[in-house]
């Protein structure tokens, strides 16, 4: 297993006096003898030498957001919630990081995060043996959850942390960056969708891109082709870890979900991510039987993930397109089985959906459960 002294870690993003030392601190305590470099802006608020126990402290220069009010198709603007842009900030401050780290392996964390344990330093070595159909890094980079793209985005990874060589998380994150708003307004509509897709997969198809085509019109591009070719890049190029497995715990209350939604049956979200089962079900397809060590280590736990990929098909019948009736049997279902959580976390997703009818309600009712107003 790759040693903590091997690894230096970005802790990226605005200071928080209250949760940035705890992060500082936890990378401390469990990857001793690691690199830190805290990687803030020059504007940041005054924080005390005490609170900062990092090697190196990067004070950037802010970009900005990126304002795209008007500038897309509004329907593509709504369903991507695209309507200003962090990703040039983010990016910026955790490649400047990543410059200055002197260790073989790199860790991008937010200055929000804590470390809970170093699970993911594991995984590179489980999965050195297994084919890459289309590389582009000279390992996996490690990350937390992907969307499945025949449910979801295509070519999405979540961004919040990742780990791999410090070589490949600096080709991750020299991403194509979004242009300015003055620049936009000087493209053709078309061209603009194009160059602004979201920050998750802005990082997996800039990279992608170096040796491939990747046919991405927008950010709301599917079919079958491309989301074939998204489970083949993903297979290839990252080990997508749900945060139990990784080791990583959100401080942020509005992040929350990223902490919890693995374990939120029949939300939204939980139908539109894709769990580390599902991912090693994409590997052993595109990449073979060598990852049939890494589906036995799972038992039981990838037999019910199966059953539940096959679940989420039913119910989410196309990119965020919900099948209101399959949930709504499901989630009787589990009333009906005592499962009182799943059954809650599934009316309140066709709740939210806008599917009101005197059936779900009495739904809510045996819940006792008030519907959100």
């Not at 937390?144 to 979540?158: I, Y």
């Not at 998380?169 to 194009?194: D, F, G, I, N, V």
């Amino acid at each position: 297993m790759i040693s903590s002294r091997d690894v230096s870690v970005v802790v990226q993003g605005p200071w928080s006096p209250d949760q940035t030392p705890q992060a500082l601190a936890s990378v401390r305590a469990h990857l001793p003898g690691a690199q830190i470099v805290l990687s803030v802006w020059k504007g940041a608020p005054d924080f005390p030498a005490h609170a900062v126990d990092a090697d190196t402290v990067l004070l950037n220069a802010d970009p900005g957001g990126v304002d795209l009010r008007g500038l897309l198709d509004p329907e593509l603007e709504h369903r991507t919630a695209t309507a200003s842009s962090n990703f040039n900030r983010q990016a910026d401050s955790t490649l400047a990081g990543l410059r200055l780290a002197d260790r073989p392996y790199a860790l991008k964390l937010r200055t929000d995060m804590v470390l809970e344990h170093a699970g993911f330093l594991a995984y590179p070595e489980l999965f050195r043996g297994i084919p890459a159909p289309m590389p582009v890094f000279g390992e996996r980079i490690i990350t937390t959850n992907a969307r499945c793209p025949h449910r979801s985005f295509a070519m999405f990874v979540q961004d919040f942390c990742s780990f791999g060589r410090t070589e490949d998380m600096r080709l991750l994150w020299e991403a194509e960056r979004h242009p300015t708003r003055e620049a936009l307004l000087a493209m053709p509509r078309e061209e603009r969708e194009a160059r602004v897709l979201v920050p998750e997969q802005q990082l997996v198809v800039s990279a992608l891109r170096r040796r491939y085509e990747v046919p991405m019109p927008n950010a709301l591009a599917g079919g079958p082709a491309l989301a074939e070719l998204t489970e083949r890049a993903v297979a290839a190029n990252f080990i997508c870890l749900d945060v139990r497995r990784f080791g990583v715990r959100t401080l942020k209350p509005s992040l929350e979900w990223v902490n919890s939604a693995d374990a939120m049956r029949l939300s939204w979200l939980w139908m539109l991510r894709t769990s580390y089962e599902e991912y090693l079900s994409w590997c052993r397809f595109h990449c073979g039987e060598a990852v049939d060590a890494l589906i036995a280590e799972c038992g039981d736990g990838y037999a019910s993930a199966m059953e539940d990929a096959s679940l989420k098909r039913r119910v989410v019948i196309g990119p965020n397109a919900l099948a209101s009736q399959p949930l709504f049997d499901e989630a009787l279902r589990c009333c009906l089985a005592g499962r009182n959580g799943d059954a809650l976390n599934g009316a309140i997703t066709l709740h939210r959906a806008g599917l009101r009818d005197p059936v779900l309600n009495q739904l809510f009712e045996r819940l006792g459960y008030r519907p959100p107003g």
